[in-house]
């Protein structure tokens, strides 16, 4: 397809102008006020059967979950769970990392057996909540197979471990690399976690992993040097008498963001997830936030400064991190689209600035941009994950509204 990078199906250049999920994206922005997530479910819908179909083209058993951290608005879970209803092979499961997690996707019509509930520095007041459902909860240091075997011995329980690699956008390993990770236990801890499990009575039926941050199909090796290390300890789990059923790969699969990223080659993906995986005889997991939601959501905003400054021009926002922390966070990169120009490059560059009284508070510094006014609506592309819900009450600016499309016109 000719056009900017960014365009598909669903976020297109019609006219010159952005349309999203076919709507005018600046007239949506009029209709609603600014700053406004526009999300075009459709795109999550696709995504999901894209995974799903390409795990069944590797002829692996598998299962699907979103990562609830990423997208929790009820609009965009009624769709996935209209994908298929629980224990349907089409639907997708959620990954819940906090009781109020758990408790807002058994609200939102999972069944306990679809959660898969992976903390961090899990409280006995977080037990308090999890153990009370029968949720798969997966169990990440020496110290919390402890608490839960003391709370809930007995029970059948997953484990995540730290295969020491991980595949990154930028070739970060926040998760699971050289330098030790808050996450996951280590191969040389394996025989203690095992012993400790045992003394429990707990039964450990799933290895989990999550070391990758919006990879695409250059990190696979990275990706499969965690695997294999992952798969190794499986097989140890397996030798000590642990039944396990399900190795959970986690998320971290990325989607483009930047002009010449190439979508995440899924066969690629699925073909080094067989090589390691089908020989362990388990079902292959995997728990995808950015992948199912980030291409679904854009924010618009409208321009309300354009001025050069010392040689810059700023381009000002009625929005800022408040509304979208995720490239501030994570350190994303951002794409801005004028919404009545959306096929220009622009020749000048410009940076663009929110509204919050932080230096920091820069969406995008040095970019191109065509020429824009006051009162001009932008896009910013791509931030259906991680940024609605990162929302935060900093300088008591509110939240942005949201419109949710099930269909494209
Ligand atoms: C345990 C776990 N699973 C899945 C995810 C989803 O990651 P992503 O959105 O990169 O796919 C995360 C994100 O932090 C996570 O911590």
Redesign the pocket.
């Known amino acids: 397809m000719s056009g900017p990078w960014w365009a598909r199906p669903g976020l297109e250049v019609r006219h010159g102008r952005l349309r999203i999920a076919g709507r005018d994206g600046e007239a949506l922005a009029r209709e609603h006020g600014t700053p406004l997530y526009a999300y075009d479910l459709v795109r999550m819908e696709e995504q999901a059967r894209a995974l799903r179909d390409a795990l069944a083209r590797a002829g692996l058993r598998h299962r699907v979950r979103l990562?609830l951290?990423?997208q929790r608005a009820p609009e965009a879970l009624a769709v996935l769970r209209a994908l298929g209803p629980p224990g349907h092979p089409a639907g997708v499961g959620i990954?819940a990392?906090s009781p109020r997690e758990l408790l807002h996707a058994l609200e939102h019509g999972w069944a306990p057996e679809e959660i898969s509930y992976?903390g961090t520095n899990v409280s006995e007041r977080d037990l308090d909540v999890v153990l009370a459902h029968p949720v798969h909860i997966n169990v990440d240091l020496l110290s919390q197979l402890e608490r839960v075997g003391r709370r809930a011995p007995g029970r059948a329980i997953g484990l995540r471990v730290n295969p020491r690699a991980g595949a990154g956008w930028d070739g970060s390993q926040t998760y699971s690399g050289e330098r030790p990770t808050k996450f996951g236990i280590y191969e040389e801890d394996l025989e203690r976690a095992v012993e400790a499990a045992r003394r429990h009575a707990l039964v450990i039926d799933t290895v989990h992993f999550?070391v990758?941050?919006?990879y695409l199909t250059e990190a696979l090796p990275a990706l499969e040097r965690a695997i294999e290390g992952a798969a190794r300890m499986t097989r140890r789990l397996k030798e000590a008498g642990m039944p396990i059923g399900e190795v959970n790969v986690?998320?971290?699969?990325g989607v483009p963001q930047r002009a010449g990223d190439r979508p995440l080659d899924l066969d690629a993906w699925t073909a080094i997830l067989a090589r390691h995986l089908v020989p362990l005889e388990v079902v292959v997991a995997c728990?995808?936030?950015?992948?199912l939601t980030k291409e679904c959501g854009h924010l618009l905003a409208e321009v309300v400064t354009v001025e050069d400054r010392a040689g810059a021009t700023f381009v000002g926002l009625d929005a800022g991190f408040t509304v979208a922390p995720e490239h501030f966070i994570y350190g994303m990169p951002v794409q801005v689209v004028v919404c009545r120009a959306a096929g220009e490059t622009g020749t000048g560059t410009v940076t663009v600035a929110g509204n919050i009284n932080e230096g920091d508070d820069l969406f995008a510094e040095d970019v191109p941009l065509p020429p824009v006014e006051e009162g001009d609506i932008v896009a910013i592309l791509n931030v259906g994950?991680y940024n609605a819900v990162m929302a935060m009450e900093h300088c008591l600016r509110p939240p942005a509204a949201s419109v949710f499309f099930t269909d494209r016109v």
Do not use: F, Q, V
């Open positions: 990562a951290k990423a990954d990392c992976t999550h990758g941050r919006a986690g998320g971290g699969l728990e995808p936030g950015d992948y994950s």
